[in-house]
């Protein structure tokens, strides 16, 4: 804790000080719970897409054994050419938001490639798309619990350190200026007594 001066500007400086930690502190904790709100939405919506992508590895199993045949070798067929995002902002904190993706498909003879592959690769877009998703969505995550580990650290700074310290010192103050008031006030009468007693010892030797 730093020394802090036993006077009156200093009160008022601490009060103050005292006053606008207590203003900020409920909006910090507003900021934390709104934070720890859209962190679980963020993993709802990844348990989501891991269901979708479960459901869809399910429906392409049938299919695993034609995807080696001579010539066709889908992953490179098809390639992602652009990921498309936008950008919000929660509780100040900028986010990626997804929009979908742009594909690159490889040009292929549709006389010589079997009647299955159109249908593959609309498949395999659809993964992709889960996928990148998942993605953003992480990345999403990653920021808002940075934002939320500052904010965290800010709450326990106010909560427990400056506050309790700002009113400690407070008290320190104020405990030393009534001291020093008691004993100017005591100081006082002594004085007052010690002029009464003069005076009187004057007043007897006239006589």
Do not use: C
């Amino acid at each position: 804790m730093a020394k802090i001066k036993l006077t009156k500007n200093e009160q008022k400086k601490q009060k103050d000080a005292l006053k606008m930690f207590q203003r900020y502190l409920p909006t910090l904790m507003l900021k934390k719970q709104q934070l720890q709100a859209e962190i679980r939405l963020t993993e709802i919506r990844v348990n989501e897409l891991k269901d979708e992508k479960t459901k869809f590895d399910e429906l392409f199993k049938p299919w695993i054994g034609v995807f080696g045949e001579k010539d066709i070798f889908l992953p490179e067929m098809l390639t992602v050419a652009k990921v498309n995002t936008s950008w919000g902002n929660i509780a100040g904190v900028p986010i990626p938001i997804f929009e979908g993706a742009e594909f690159k498909i490889t040009p292929y003879d549709l006389f010589r490639t079997p009647l299955w592959l159109d249908k593959a690769i609309e498949k395999l877009q659809q993964v992709f798309l889960l996928d990148l998703e998942a993605e953003v969505v992480a990345e999403q995550r990653k920021r808002l619990e940075h934002e939320l580990k500052i904010t965290t650290q800010r709450v326990n700074l106010f909560e427990k350190i400056k506050i309790p310290e700002t009113k400690s010192n407070i008290k320190k103050i104020q405990v030393y200026l009534g001291d020093q008031q008691t004993a100017a006030v005591v100081r006082g009468k002594i004085a007052k007594r010690g002029l009464a007693k003069e005076s009187s010892v004057a007043a007897g030797g006239d006589n």
